[in-house]
């Protein structure tokens, strides 16, 4: 059974920095691409980043390229979000999901953390 934990999550004034983990077990980590997703209440869960399984292709949404970056770490099974220039609008709990291709749809993805509450004040 797939078990993936997020942490590094918290409070962060606007225009700061987080770094995001997630730890995979129970999947061969290394064959997975991996992706963050993010949502907040009432809404669908929207998509973040992606990375393939060997970091050679990565993608970001519109909302965050140049401020996060994906990477990965395929020895401690962790996958990770750099969160750099944080707004207010980036308040969300933050999800990984494991899933077969780099994709941008939550559908396509397995298996799913628990998530972490990222909050970013003004």
């Known amino acids: 059974q797939a078990q993936l934990v997020e942490?590094?999550?918290?409070?962060?004034?606007?225009?700061?920095?987080?770094?995001l983990?997630?730890?995979?077990?129970?999947?061969?980590?290394?064959?997975?691409?991996?992706?963050?997703?993010?949502?907040?209440?009432?809404?669908?869960?929207?998509?973040?980043?992606?990375?393939?399984?060997?970091?050679?292709?990565?993608?970001?949404?519109?909302?965050?390229r140049g401020r996060f970056t994906i990477a990965r770490d395929n020895a401690k099974n962790t996958v990770y979000l750099q969160m750099n220039s944080l707004k207010p609008e980036d308040t969300a709990v933050y999800y990984c999901a494991v899933g077969s291709r780099e994709l941008v749809v939550a559908d396509y993805y397995d298996y799913w953390g628990q998530g972490t509450q990222v909050t970013v004040s003004s």
């Open 21 to 64: 983990s997630c730890v995979a077990s129970g999947v061969t980590f290394s064959t997975y691409a991996m992706a963050w997703f993010r949502q907040t209440p009432g809404k669908d869960r929207e998509f973040i980043a992606t990375i393939s399984w060997n970091s050679a292709s990565a993608y970001y949404a519109d909302s965050v």
């Open 7 to 19: 942490s590094g999550g918290g409070l962060v004034q606007a225009g700061g920095s987080l770094r």
